[in-house]
């Protein structure tokens, strides 16, 4: 009997996918241009007004040569969740975390024969692996970031979850950021900002195996030095006023200020990508403190040991 192959081109003797390359012209494919480079993608807060109930995915596949589906980043995907009040919609990813914020309403969310409720300004992070059921109480806005990318690109499925569906009540979310800003060093610190974590990702301190997500205040008349890191940041800016933005370049000069920064302009709820190794700093010019929650896939690259996340030098 012939064997059944369900990709590639090998023959009988199945060397025909077989390829080979010279290495100093195949060893950075991303540096020469053959994989393209994360794109600064830019999402407006009015996106999720092409809907009434209904999913809005972030949607930069094509930038990044993705055939498979949608993807905001090579191994998440980000979307907004509108649901109507007294409607209900079913997500059902391929992938083995999940990410809800809630921007704003009430509801619940069935999972496995359980229930948990939300409301604004809450965190739902699901195991992923089956189907799950999100009622609204009243009109609802959602803020959802799977790796489904990921999973796809591996060609994978989770076998089992690797933490419990778990809620980070919005009271206490904030109730830990203002103990950490009342703290006798805070204003020593680069960011004032409360990371989500669940027990069983505590080697990696992170919220799931490949999630990362931080709730953090960009205080008045503040600049948040610039910083890098390898892994992607899906930026959500949760509240802040006109004057709030971000610059992002691929340099410091000799005083550790961006070179050449392409600026960022914040409004809320609109969300945008920082791509991987690019410098960025934070400024808040608009007399109101303001939130942003980047979720990132650095969960994976902390365990791959491959974050490099590094800072620029204090202002002198």
């Known amino acids: ?50 809907v009434r109930t209904g999913i809005v995915p972030f949607d930069l596949s094509s930038s990044l040569r993705i055939a498979a589906g949608p993807a905001t980043s090579p191994a998440l995907l980000a979307s907004f969740v509108r649901i109507a009040a007294g409607d209900q919609l079913v997500t059902d990813p391929v992938a083995a975390s999940e990410l809800y914020h809630v921007l704003a309403g009430s509801g619940s969310s069935s999972i496995d024969g359980g229930t948990i409720e939300w409301g604004e300004g809450d965190f739902v992070v699901l195991p992923g692996g089956g189907p799950s059921t999100h009622r609204a109480t009243d009109d609802a806005l959602l803020y959802w970031v799977t790796d489904e990318p990921l999973l796809r690109y591996l060609g994978a499925a989770p076998t ?25 060093r805070a204003t020593d610190r680069n960011r004032l900002a409360v990371l989500l974590n669940t027990a069983p990702n ?33 930026d959500l800016v949760a509240e802040c006023e006109p004057g709030c933005y971000s610059l992002v370049g691929r340099s410091l000069d000799e005083h550790g200020e961006i070179v050449d920064p392409v600026r ?16 960025h700093a934070h400024h808040n010019e608009s007399g109101a403190p303001a939130i942003i929650v980047p979720i990132q ?16 030098p204090p202002d002198r």
């Open 264 to 279: 960022v302009d914040w409004e809320p709820h609109g969300a945008f990508v920082t791509p991987p190794g690019l410098w």
């Open 1 to 50: 009997m012939e064997p059944v192959l369900a990709v590639g081109d090998a023959v009988e003797d199945w060397t025909g996918d077989a390829r080979y390359f010279e290495y100093t012209r195949a060893a950075n494919p991303v540096g020469s241009g053959h994989v393209p480079a994360v794109p600064m993608g830019r999402f407006a807060a009015s996106a999720h007004q092409e």
């Open 202 to 234: 505590d080697l990696t301190q992170t919220v799931t195996p490949v999630l990362w997500a931080m709730y953090g205040l960009l205080p008045v008349d503040v600049v948040q030095r610039p910083h890098r890191h390898q892994s992607v940041a899906l």
């Open 160 to 184: 089992h979850a690797r933490f419990a569906p778990t809620r980070f009540p919005a009271n206490d979310v904030r109730a830990e950021l203002d103990r950490i800003v009342a703290s006798p």
């Open 297 to 312: 896939d650095a969960g994976l690259h902390t365990y791959l040991r491959s974050l490099d996340i590094r800072f620029a």
